[in-house]
């Protein structure tokens, strides 16, 4: 259920905030949005971002932007998503106009170049966090542990093993979508 109360700045700042907070792209923004949307504004649940955050990971464009659109257009129609995809970034192009006159002495630094390494092994863990975090609200049933299962690996193990055949994020979750459709189906047809 929409939250009635929300106001325009708030979708903008709130964002920005996930925004500027967030390093890694958009799979790294997951604990922020976590935090920001559900724990601390109270926007949205546990469940509503992870659909919101996994619908936006099978449209093109950016994933941050176009999980703050559907938020922001769940909660405030068109404007809240104007609002809240601009929120997101924001910082990033604030950034980018900030750094573009030292980019060469900037990352050129080596005390540059090892804080970005402590920022990547940091951005880890907070993803396995997120993980953590998603897998007790959304693996509830032995389907749902089977459908995690292979999902993991189909994106997982091209990774680390050289496999002829690899799978695109969107076609698993896609075909995870429509198990998903199919199981609910059979058990409503069960029910009946």
């Not at 405030?76 to 970034?89: K, L, N």
């Not at 993980?131 to 680390?160: D, E, Q, R």
Request: hydrophobic share 55%; with cysteine; charged share 10%.
């Amino acid at each position: 259920m929409p939250v009635e109360n929300v106001s325009l700045p708030s979708l903008f700042w709130g964002f920005f905030r996930v925004g500027a907070l967030t390093f890694g792209g958009g799979y790294s923004m997951m604990p922020m949005l976590q935090a920001e949307c559900v724990e601390k504004r109270k926007w949205l649940s546990s469940e509503q971002i992870v659909d919101f955050f996994t619908t936006a990971n099978c449209l093109p464009g950016i994933i941050a932007a176009n999980t703050a659109a559907m938020t922001g257009c769940y909660l405030r129609g068109w404007q809240g998503g104007v609002f809240a995809a601009s929120g997101v970034i924001a910082p990033s192009i604030l950034i980018m106009f900030l750094i573009l006159g030292v980019l060469q002495l900037f990352f050129g630094s080596v005390y540059v170049q090892h804080a970005f390494t402590g920022i990547n092994i940091a951005v880890v863990a907070l993803i396995a966090q997120a993980v953590i975090k998603l897998c007790k609200s959304s693996v509830k049933n032995a389907l749902a542990v089977a459908l995690f299962v292979l999902s993991f690996g189909l994106t997982a193990l091209p990774l680390v093993v050289p496999v002829p055949l690899r799978v695109s994020v969107t076609t698993v979750i896609l075909c995870a979508a429509v198990v998903g459709v199919a199981a609910g189906f059979v058990k409503a047809r069960r029910g009946a």
